[in-house]
């Protein structure tokens, strides 16, 4: 995996821990401690885009320097390259980026984590940290649903994954326009043809869920000892 489809994975699993404290806040709590929550959300998300925000300038400055070395033979310095470069590049307003935008202006991206329910496989699981910071298969969480993927779809192109219904209609809204909705991602023209269905995966994601499954009934079990 390369360093930036590392930092879209890592990034984007930060939004969907977000995107589920937005969901209890919204669901538990009420007046002014729903109030101050929701500020807190609002100051990490605001950090969040900063970085995030940094990282763009960097790789755009880091272009911009690769572009400008036409001669090889030519002493260039390197680090006053970049920083005129990394100078040229604009301070944007972090609540005008990506995650900003999924978490308070999109709400139609992300979808109201619904809360699982004993043996219903039909519905999404909730998805917390324990399942993001899991130290073994950890089922893929889709970018757009911010729930667990169900029926992978792959992207030929970047190699990111979706879940099947979230991806097809994301597409359909788009319009023709779609672009992989990972976070950072450069593949900026999404199509139907790119996408393809990971059967290996998916048997995967099914051994795991059906593994959370069983350990829950078992603490039910004990529970009612």
Request: hydrophobic letters at 25%; glycine letters at 2%; one cysteine or more.
């Amino acid at each position: 995996m390369s360093l930036s489809d590392r930092y879209s994975t890592i990034l984007d699993k930060c939004v969907g821990s977000l995107a589920t404290w937005k969901n209890f806040i919204n669901e538990n709590m009420e007046g002014s401690d729903k109030d101050t929550q929701m500020a807190k959300l609002q100051q990490i998300a605001e950090e969040y885009c900063l970085i995030d925000e940094n990282h763009k300038r960097s790789e755009n400055a880091i272009k911009s320097v690769d572009e400008a070395i036409t001669n090889p033979l030519e002493n260039y310095s390197i680090d006053e390259l970049y920083n005129k470069k990394l100078e040229e590049q604009p301070n944007n307003d972090p609540t005008t980026n990506e995650i900003w935008e999924q978490l308070f202006n999109n709400n139609a991206s992300i979808q109201e984590i619904i809360p699982k329910k004993k043996k219903d496989k039909t519905q999404y699981e909730a998805v917390d940290d324990s399942l993001l910071c899991s130290s073994s298969f950890t089922a893929p969480v889709d970018p757009i649903t911010k729930t667990i993927i169900r029926k992978p779809i792959r992207n030929k192109k970047c190699k990111h994954v979706y879940d099947n219904q979230s991806i097809y209609d994301y597409i359909r809204q788009s319009k023709n326009k779609a672009k992989c909705p990972y976070m950072g991602c450069k593949n900026n023209k999404l199509v139907v043809g790119d996408l393809q269905e990971d059967a290996q995966l998916e048997e995967k994601i099914t051994q795991y869920l059906q593994s959370q499954a069983n350990e829950e009934d078992s603490e039910d079990d004990d529970d009612s000892d």
